[in-house]
């Protein structure tokens, strides 16, 4: 599948890649904030987003969508940014085609098998009836009493659109629940990826954990960490200037 993607900027190719629920604009203030030193390939991740819709979902595939999309954007090797389920991605990509992958990004995500967190919001998605939704605000509404922080529904929300036959999600909300096993899953080890890789955790965040580190270098063995004090899982947006910053010095390293 070739994915949708937002370009800007231009030099080396940077890919970067969201998490669960999000699309390339989750991480749109990192790509203006290296679009002057990168030529930045924004993706949305199948059933995410403006990209096609499928009834799988794994990381295997979502990594030969990645190289789908380079392939069709004549991009031989790309350093390559993911958070989240698109930092594992990242690692499937980087871990099954080593070549294609000149340094790794990792945002606040391990490559084990991630604990359920979206169940409760999986559910509160599920249970909005979208044929009787007069307007994002009444969403909201019905939301708060599964969903209490705010931030997390605004985000949400940013994939409820109106067409021609009311309100949809823009992501792919039936398999996204019929197929969450297989976004917790770790991803396929057929690594090692040999390749400069970075992982950057948000300081209040249990997404990477010391007894993680083993496995870690043992995939990655050119590893290198840094933490963003004050941040929690959504590092990239709550401290943006920084998150960019410490990215560009490792890839221009």
């Known amino acids: 599948m070739i994915l949708h993607t937002d370009i800007t900027g231009q030099g080396t190719p940077l890919l970067l890649i969201h998490g669960l629920f999000g699309s390339y604009e989750n991480l749109g203030m990192i790509a203006r904030l290296l679009a002057d030193q990168f030529r930045i390939i924004n993706v949305d991740l199948r059933n995410h987003g403006r990209s096609g819709h499928s009834n799988e979902m794994n990381y295997a595939l979502m990594a030969q969508d990645l190289i789908d999309t380079m392939d069709a954007l004549q991009i031989s090797s790309a350093a ?12 499937q990509l980087a871990l099954s085609q080593p070549e294609r992958v000149s340094k790794l990004v990792l945002a606040d995500i391990s490559p084990v098998i991630s604990q359920p967190r979206h169940l409760g919001i999986l559910q509160a998605l599920n249970q909005i009836n979208l044929s009787t939704l007069q307007d994002r605000k009444q969403a909201d509404v019905q939301l708060q009493t599964a969903i209490a922080d705010a931030g997390t529904r605004a985000f949400l929300l940013k994939s409820l659109i109106k067409g021609d036959h009311g309100f949809q999600w823009r992501f792919n909300l039936a398999v996204l629940t019929a197929q969450y096993q297989q976004v917790l899953a770790a991803p396929d080890a057929t690594g090692p990826y040999t390749g400069p890789t970075l992982f950057i955790k948000g300081g209040n965040s249990d997404y990477l954990l010391p007894e993680h580190q083993a496995y870690i270098r043992q995939l990655f063995p050119d590893v290198k960490a840094k933490i963003i004090e004050g941040t ?21 390293s």
């Open 80 to 91: 390559v940014l993911g958070h989240s389920m698109g930092g594992k991605a990242a690692m």
């Open 232 to 252: 929690g899982h959504w590092l990239h947006a709550e401290k943006p200037a920084a998150f960019a910053k410490i990215t560009a010095d490792f890839l221009l």
